[in-house]
T-cell receptor, first 117, second 110 residues
Framework: ETGVTQTPRHLVMGMTNKKSLKCEQH?????MYWYKQSAKKPLELMFV???????ENNSVPSRFSPECPNSSHLFLHLHTLQPEDSALYLC????????????????FGPGTRLTVL | GQNIDQPTEMTATEGAIVQINCTYQ??????LFWYQQHAGEAPTFLSY????GLEEKGRFSSFLSRSKGYSYLLLKELQMKDSASYLC???????????FGKGTTLSVSS
């Protein structure tokens, strides 16, 4: 068990739908991340939150809207998506900052496989 | 720009040793990570290097040369279960964000 859970695991939606992805971490971390993983492409960082504050938005289209109500929960709200947005969406968490032995590695959830029709 | 290069695919046989290389050009450097990802699963952390040299952890070792922008992951005594994608990632000086390579798909055959 990774300590990071994501729901739903699979999601099929039309381009006019509105849906939300949920991530929860049970590791006591203060930093949370959304990544997009498409076939034959590197993991793409989308958003970073440190202590509930968004610290990075990697030029993500506004049809993706993150929300971090507390350090344990992270949401990704989706609306008017395009078929090219179909991908695996991974959530991760880590200790915040760069101090501490071990490099503050990121722990990933199992991902949500999103298909946009 | 930020760039991380690693081979797309590698093949090896059970019991062998394989070395997966990674070269990087990033605006800053605050550590290099290797992750393993089996098909349909989440990436799992394998190793971390921030200083030059070799870090050994069981059958897996990782090496870093900061001056050369180069790392490798060494897998010994290969097993079928080692068939997976291996992701090289660098953390730049901006904080905790990681920049990932495309991953190397390793296929281990008997």
């Amino acid at each position: 068990e990774t300590g990071v859970t994501q729901t739903p695991r699979h999601l099929v939606m039309g381009m006019t739908n509105k849906k939300s992805l949920k991530c929860e971490q049970h590791l006591g971390h203060n930093a949370m991340y959304w990544y997009k993983q498409s076939a034959k492409k590197p993991l793409e960082l989308m958003f970073v939150y440190n202590f509930k504050e968004q610290t990075e938005n990697n030029s993500v289209p506004s049809r993706f809207s993150p929300e971090c109500p507390n350090s344990s929960h992270l949401f990704l709200h989706l609306h008017t998506l395009q078929p090219e947005d179909s991908a695996l969406y991974l959530c991760a968490s880590s200790r915040s900052g760069t101090s501490g032995y071990g490099g503050n590695e990121q722990f990933f959830g199992p991902g949500t496989r999103l298909t946009v029709l | 720009g930020q760039n991380i290069d690693q081979p797309t695919e590698m093949t090896a046989t059970e019991g062998a040793i394989v070395q997966i290389n990674c070269t990087y050009q990033t605006s800053g450097f605050n550590g290099l990570f290797w992750y393993q990802q089996h098909a349909g699963e989440a990436p799992t952390f394998l190793s971390y290097n921030v200083l030059d040299g070799l870090e050994e952890k069981g059958r897996f070792s990782s090496f870093l040369s900061r001056s050369k922008g180069y790392s490798y992951l060494l897998l010994k005594e290969l097993q079928m279960k080692d068939s997976a994608s291996y992701l090289c990632a660098v953390r730049d000086q901006a904080g905790t964000a990681l920049i990932f390579g495309k991953g190397t798909t390793l296929s281990v055959s008997s």
